[in-house]
């Protein structure tokens, strides 16, 4: 297909632009490699091919080295320069992320939520935006298509990255459920120092052709005729079949890897990559279309003195102020009272797993962007603890879905499903779990809000099934709250009751802000001795229950004669705590706090009851050593020094590496009511 020359004229002009900032960049590199670029020199012609050709309406997921791309759909060079050079002003992140790291929420370009450094992280969110496309489409009454074409997804890799786990992950459910996205792979040959012959077994394309449903197509990504025709081709049949497409463009890495590793230090194929240059190819392609070289010169003198006067400029812009460091961590949310009938007259005593269920029933009634997805959930099972029981029944399979074992998938596509608008609801079968996912969970899911400088914070929720509940194992009793406590820009709830679970669910789904409920699986159907407090009447569908209010949940009067003791805790901790107080017949000497969330966590609950008390028993069910307690008993010592009688003190689980299976010594690793009984008493005797 003939190019128009008003097409040609534009992929010029972005070409030279690209190579002209990179060249300036080595002009002043001391200058502008105070922070650490990547740039698309070599890349340019299979950049520009694509992002010309995308719409307001499109996502794209750029990586590192894209700055052709951006420059294609309409960003300017000094918008990028002021990025470069981590200014107050940059338009994607106010300084806190490197240079073409986008996050773009413009309405007249394609939108670009945040993503990490996209070495293959990235095609995980960006597949979870097309897999929101695909659910918006199924429910059409609902989600109606405002404009002509249908969206499409782009996620931009490098050969390298296609190697990871991740990215295996996202081709898999694009090609199970036919989603509109294309994945363009550039393929240069090199991760940094390695090369393809010794990373990778066979290329992008030959790799895709292995998940059926996911067509794949080779180019020469340095040919603009080859690279813009097939592209067109491509994406106007994901625009209209709505399946996806692989096209992986063999392109040359022209300059370093990034400013911090320079080509010549390891690089012994620069003749040949400047062999296959795109600029004299496209400069060529230009003349043989009756482009004149005066005018080519003259385009290429006009945007040299644009980029200098950009550089001049950018260099000369506000630095971030130290007081913007602390914005944009979380959306506002306007949840902050508790509302509604927590507990109705006449309502109908039910167990824990029952509150969930009902609270994600009643928001799925009512809101037609919300969906819960995860393992077995679906249909057939309703969850391993029937927590999702007769929800696909209810609201259909296109609603209630299982996915694959892809931890990394469930926890990563919900970036992409908020980024549309949805509300996913998103489930880790158990805690021990969760470790594939984290890397989503810390790099994609809690850093969007604050690295894209609010422009796209990640409204999710994920629960997880957590803690010992008899005899599970190894692989079925961990607690991990320590290690997703140390993941900010997360909320997360680990409630002790089913009233509360359902009033945490309901606050966390009108949250903006990524959430993360722990519920324990001991707690689910107060099975486990000792825990029927777990039980609750039903709250009203309008219950809600703000995070970051505790609950002093026994309460007692300040004593000046005798030893108090309060004792912070949460999850199965708040049911030794209370057994253990009642057995021993001192629930006028024991108030006992309910933690409900640990962030925000109610600092002010806290300090206000161990002041009082005198004294203080943290209880939790992880080990007691490195974790969230320990850090909350030292924060609890420094601020309430001078009102203790004793040291704070902790009760947690053995620091072993697992829960053994055996119920002996299962009950040896993990608290119990008799061991806090046991501490209570040496705290209150110190």
């Known amino acids: ?82 990025q470069v050079l981590a200014k107050r002003d940059d338009p994607f992140s106010g300084g806190r992320t490197y240079y073409s790291h986008p996050s773009l929420r413009d309405d007249d370009k394609p939108k670009i939520p945040h993503q990490s450094s996209a070495t293959g992280m990235q095609a995980i969110p960006a597949t979870g935006v097309a897999m929101g496309f695909w ?50 792979v550039q393929d240069n040959g090199w991760d940094i120092s390695a090369n393809a012959a010794e990373t990778r077994a066979q290329n992008a394309a030959e790799y895709a052709k292995g998940f059926h449903g996911l067509e794949a197509i080779s180019i020469d990504g340095t040919d603009f005729e080859e690279s813009y025709n097939t592209i067109q081709d491509v994406i106007s049949k994901i625009r209209e079949e709505r399946r996806p497409f692989l096209v992986h463009a063999k392109v ?34 230009l003349l043989e279309n009756d482009f004149s070289e005066k005018e080519l010169q003259e385009i290429e003198i006009e945007i040299k003195t644009e980029i200098e ?22 959306a506002p949310t306007t949840i902050t009272e508790e509302i509604g009938e927590r507990s109705p007259i006449g309502g109908e005593k039910v167990v824990m797993v029952d509150c969930a269920l009902f609270a994600i029933e009643e928001l799925m009634a009512k809101h037609p962007e919300c969906l819960l997805y995860g393992q077995d959930v679906g249909g057939r099972l309703g969850g391993v603890f029937r927590e999702a029981a007769t929800l696909a029944q209810k609201f259909g399979d296109n609603r209630v879905f299982n996915t694959p074992i892809q931890e990394a998938f469930i926890v990563g ?19 021990d779990y969760i470790w594939p996912g984290l890397n989503q969970l810390f790099t994609e899911v809690s850093r969007s809000c604050y690295l894209s400088n609010g422009k796209w914070p990640v409204s999710m929720i994920l629960r997880v099934p957590i803690g010992a509940y008899g005899s599970g194992g190894p692989y079925h009793s961990s607690s991990v709250e320590s290690v997703v406590t140390n993941i900010r820009g997360l909320k997360i709830a680990y409630p002790s009751n089913g009233a509360d ?74 049911h030794w705590a ?67 009688d004793a040291p704070v003190m902790l009760i947690g689980s053995e620091n072993m590496p697992a829960i053994p299976l055996n119920s002996t010594l299962e009950e040896t690793m993990i608290p119990s009511t008799e061991k806090v009984k046991q501490k209570i008493l040496e705290v209150l005797n110190y």
């Open 309 to 330: 006067k950009s550089l001049e400029k950018a260099l000369k812009a506000e630095d971030p102020k130290p007081e913007d460091l602390f914005t944009h961590d979380f």
């Open 578 to 644: 209370m057994n253990a107080s009642e057995e021993l017949g001192m629930q006028d000497k024991i108030e006992v706090v309910d933690l409900r969330t640990l962030h925000p966590l109610d600092y002010d609950t806290v300090f206000k009851s161990v002041k009082k008390c005198g004294k203080c028993l943290v209880v939790t069910e992880e080990p007691s050593e490195n974790g969230f307690s320990r850090g909350l008993q030292g924060r609890i010592q420094e601020e309430c020094f001078q009102q203790l």
């Open 252 to 285: 040359p890495l022209l300059n370093h890897h990034t400013s911090g590793v320079r080509m010549e230090f390891y690089r012994d194929d620069l003749e040949e990559a400047r062999s296959r240059d795109p600029y004299p190819k496209l400069k060529k392609l």
């Open 135 to 184: 659910y918006k489409e199924s429910f059409k009454a609902e989600f109606k298509n405002e404009t002509s074409e249908s969206p499409i997804v782009v996620c931009s890799l490098g050969d390298a990255s296609v190697t990871e786990g991740e990215v295996a992950e996202a081709f898999q459910m694009a090609a199970l459920k036919q989603l509109p996205i294309l994945y363009l």
């Open 1 to 82: 297909m003939n190019i128009s020359k008003d097409i040609l004229k534009k992929a010029f002009k972005n070409l030279v632009t690209a190579k002209a900032m990179t060249e300036i960049y080595e002009e002043n590199f001391k200058i502008v490699s105070k922070y650490v670029h990547a740039t698309s020199r070599g890349h340019e012609v299979i950049q520009a091919a694509v992002g010309m050709q995308l719409l307001p309406q499109d996502y794209a997921f750029p990586y590192y080295r894209d700055d052709s791309m951006l420059l294609a759909i309409g960003m300017k060079p000094y918008e990028l320069m002021l």
């Open 501 to 574: 679970l359902k009033g945490l669910l309901k606050a966390a789904y009108y949250d903006p802000n990524p959430v993360v409920i722990f519920e324990h699986k001991g707690l689910y159907w107060s099975k486990v001795k000792g825990t029927k407090g777990a039980t609750s009447l039903m709250p009203s569908e309008d219950y809600i229950l703000p995070f970051g209010k505790a609950w002093v949940l026994q309460e007692i009067w300040k004593q000046e004669e005798e030893e108090t003791l309060s004792i912070i805790t949460y999850g199965m901790g708040v």
């Open 413 to 431: 596509s919900t970036v992409g499903m908020s980024a549309v608008g949805l509300k996913p609801i998103v489930e880790v079968q158990f805690a």
